[in-house]
């Protein structure tokens, strides 16, 4: 406050003219779809998606490929689809299925009557 118990004035921003040397600015690069497919994770999603991170690393993925599977099993959980990986099952002994069952790519998403989530 002013002395006096006067209120004191509020300034003023004053507008802007565009300039004769103003551009719009450059355009963004479009965000890759990988990135997008990871915005608004929930704190589920992103606990889950770094436990896979970790298991798939332990399993011998490289960081690209481990980012790429959880990212795949991120979609797949979101979809409802009732698909898992061999990576993910009790089972899997990261050659093998000790159920019997054939082993593909450990990381393609499949159905199998003897899957069993290392989370049960």
Not at 40 to 53: H, K, N, P, V
């Amino acid at each position: 406050m002013g002395s006096g118990g006067e209120v004191p004035r509020v300034l003023k921003v004053p507008e802007v003219a565009p300039s004769s040397q103003s551009r719009p600015a450059a355009c963004l690069p479009a965000i890759r779809p990988d990135v997008l497919a990871l915005v608004g994770l929930t704190d589920q999603e992103i606990g889950a998606m770094s436990a896979r991170l970790a298991g798939l690393r332990r399993a011998g993925y490289g960081m690209d490929d481990a980012e790429q599977i959880a990212d795949r099993l991120l979609m797949r959980d979101r979809t409802g689809l009732d698909m898992a990986a061999c990576v993910e099952c009790k089972r899997f002994t990261g050659r093998r299925c000790i159920a019997g069952e054939p082993v593909g790519l450990a990381h393609e998403l499949r159905r199998c009557p003897a899957f069993r989530s290392v989370t049960e």
